[in-house]
């Protein structure tokens, strides 16, 4: 989603005051055309937004798709084959070559990087429910976002719920964490594109535990009178070859889910495609 009330944010200040006029401001766009689900969609509205709103300040975005980065933003491509290697080493040398004011992150602030620093923390799913997170990444979010937000200069989040988990679990200062609820992406509003056919609500995101919402696609299921068809889409399977590019498909009224060791193998989705042309 996307916030209007996010660039206010990120001109927040602490005692050596607010960012001043024509300073540059860099944000962290790395998960740009990487499929990250939600945290990419925060980040292309979030510079979307932000490329129409002036405020006096030069904005930068790092990314390893400068591509995707709207008109009006300075895109500074960092090429990376390595998450631990640009967080520890890369990202922190190209800070320092750019000089920024004021830097956003996603979750991390690289250990390394002495700026001043505002950093966007989604949930604590990974504090909250450890076991659901694979052990590389349940080791890096527990170990490291942790300084980060304690750090940052400003925490923003999109909700009441992870503004208490911070500052239960992570004994961040209430006052400085921001509150900037979600806003929805121009495609799905009123003028957004549009497909023939009956309607149907489509449920995306990775095939985690933390990202399925049951209540809400089961309750779908029972639609099948009133046309609904509801979907279960997850990226890294449109990896697994073209005929598992369309996650999950399923006839109307009725609700199919996969999951890891769901399938012996993703090939027998070779007709998943087709059943949604039917």
């Known amino acids: ?25 860099v944000l962290d766009a790395d998960v ?10 925060y980040v292309r509205n979030l510079l979307r937004e932000l490329a129409g709103v002036d405020m006096g300040f030069e904005l930068a975005a790092v990314t390893r798709r400068p591509d995707l980065v709207p008109e009006g933003i300075r895109a500074a491509e960092l090429r ?41 923390v989604q949930d604590l799913s ?27 200069a400003r925490v923003l989040t999109g909700s009441e719920w992870t503004k208490r988990d911070l500052v239960e679990r992570y004994g961040v200062a ?4 921001v509150i900037t609820p979600y ?18 609500a489509l449920f995306v995101g990775g095939l985690e535990p933390t990202s399925w919402y049951f209540e809400s696609v089961f309750g779908l299921g029972g639609l099948g009178a009133l046309g609904m068809i509801a979907l279960l889409a997850a990226p890294w399977l449109a990896r697994a ?16 889910l996969l999951a890891p060791g769901v399938l012996p193998a993703l090939s027998e989705l070779a007709g ?7």
């Open 174 to 177: 209430a006052d400085k964490i």
């Open 80 to 120: 990376a084959r390595s998450q631990p290697v640009r967080m520890a080493v890369q990202l922190p040398l190209l800070l320092r070559r750019l000089h920024p004011a004021l830097s956003h992150f996603l979750y991390v602030v690289p250990p390394a990087y002495r700026g001043r620093a505002v950093v966007t």
């Open 241 to 256: 070859g073209p005929a598992a590019a369309v996650a999950t498909g399923i006839a109307v009224g009725s609700v199919l």
């Open 1 to 25: 989603g996307h916030s209007t009330g996010t660039p206010a944010a990120l001109a927040a200040h602490r005692a050596e005051g607010p960012v001043k006029e024509g300073a540059l401001v």
């Open 32 to 41: 740009l055309g990487r499929e990250r689900t939600g945290d990419e969609t």
């Open 183 to 200: 806003g929805v992406d121009p495609r799905f509003g009123p003028d957004g594109p549009a497909a023939d056919g009956a309607p149907y």
């Open 272 to 278: 998943v495609s087709n059943a949604l042309r039917r």
């Open 126 to 152: 990974f504090e909250r429910h450890p076991e659901l997170m694979g052990a590389r990444d349940r080791f890096f979010f527990r170990t490291f976002v942790r300084p980060s937000v304690r750090r940052a």
